[in-house]
């Protein structure tokens, strides 16, 4: 059992900074190694995964269109992973999600990214890039 809950997303100015999180619970950061992820979602648009974690060797994956601007990290005291976004951009507007794949399950390669590859999400958080 894994359980995901997001927070601390909000409205920013394009060039600005914020920090969402995701506290996890369950089989996932207190117990092994395990992947987790975060996707999000924009207006129009289908679910996409921007950063993944392997938190055990902490292994770091991004998609091209956030490398460079977004760090996702844990923070093992506190049992969450959060993604530090930089630079943001209009088109970074989106609900943001963290995810989990199924405990036990190894991630292939090449699927680090892909929304499909995890089975646990939580509820999302709101972060919106105003020009």
């Known amino acids: 059992q894994v359980q995901l809950v997001e927070s601390d997303g909000g409205s920013v100015e394009a060039g600005g900074s914020l920090r969402v999180s995701c506290a996890a619970s369950?089989?996932?950061?207190?117990?092994?190694?395990?992947?987790m992820g975060w996707c999000r979602q924009a207006p129009g648009k289908e679910r996409v995964g921007v950063a993944a974690l392997y938190t055990g060797p902490g292994t770091t994956y991004y998609a091209g269109s956030v490398k460079g601007r977004f760090i996702i990290s844990r923070d093992k005291d506190k049992d969450t992973v959060s993604l530090q976004m930089n630079s943001l951009k209009t088109e970074d507007t989106a609900t943001y999600y963290c995810a989990a794949p199924f405990p036990g399950l190894g991630v292939r390669r090449g699927t680090e990214l892909d929304p499909s590859t995890y089975a646990y999400w939580g509820q999302g958080t709101q972060v919106t890039v105003s020009s």
């Open positions: 369950g089989d996932t950061l207190s117990n092994g190694n395990y992947f």
